[in-house]
């Protein structure tokens, strides 16, 4: 089993940042893909980017390219979002997933997911 625990979600101006972490323990995720969710107040939760487990490959939502990174430290193991230029529409409970699967670089099987670490974006 592999726990996975958000932090660095919290309240910032528009335009201001923030930089999210997940770490996992139970076991080492290094050949795991790693990604970001986020749910908004009454819509279903959407994929926003994932990194592969060299990290040389990430890929991102649309609407968050130029403005959000992720990356992740394999001897940690752990994942990070970094949020720039921020928007309220960013505002959303944002959820660290990892895929069961070795080598899965998609979140459609069985995944774990974290509890949530709530981000809020003020105008």
């Known amino acids: 089993q592999v726990q996975l625990v958000e932090s660095g979600g919290g309240l910032v101006q528009a335009g201001g940042s923030l930089r999210l972490s997940c770490a996992a323990s139970?076991?080492?995720?290094?050949?795991?893909?790693m990604g970001w969710f986020r749910q908004a107040p009454g819509k279903e939760r959407e994929f926003v980017a994932k990194?592969?487990?060299?990290?040389?490959?990430?890929y991102y939502v649309d609407s968050v390219k130029g403005r959000f990174t992720i990356s992740r430290d394999n001897a940690k193991n752990t994942v990070y979002l970094q949020m720039n230029s921020l928007k309220p529409e960013d505002t959303a409970v944002y959820y660290c997933?990892?895929?069961?699967?070795?080598?899965?670089?998609?979140?459609?099987?069985?995944?774990?997911w974290g509890q949530g670490t709530q981000v809020t974006v003020s105008s």
């Open positions: 139970g076991r080492t995720v290094s050949s795991h893909a």
């Open positions: 997933a990892v895929p069961q699967a070795m080598g899965a670089m998609t979140f459609g099987g069985p995944t774990y």
């Open positions: 990194i592969l487990w060299s990290g040389s490959s990430a």
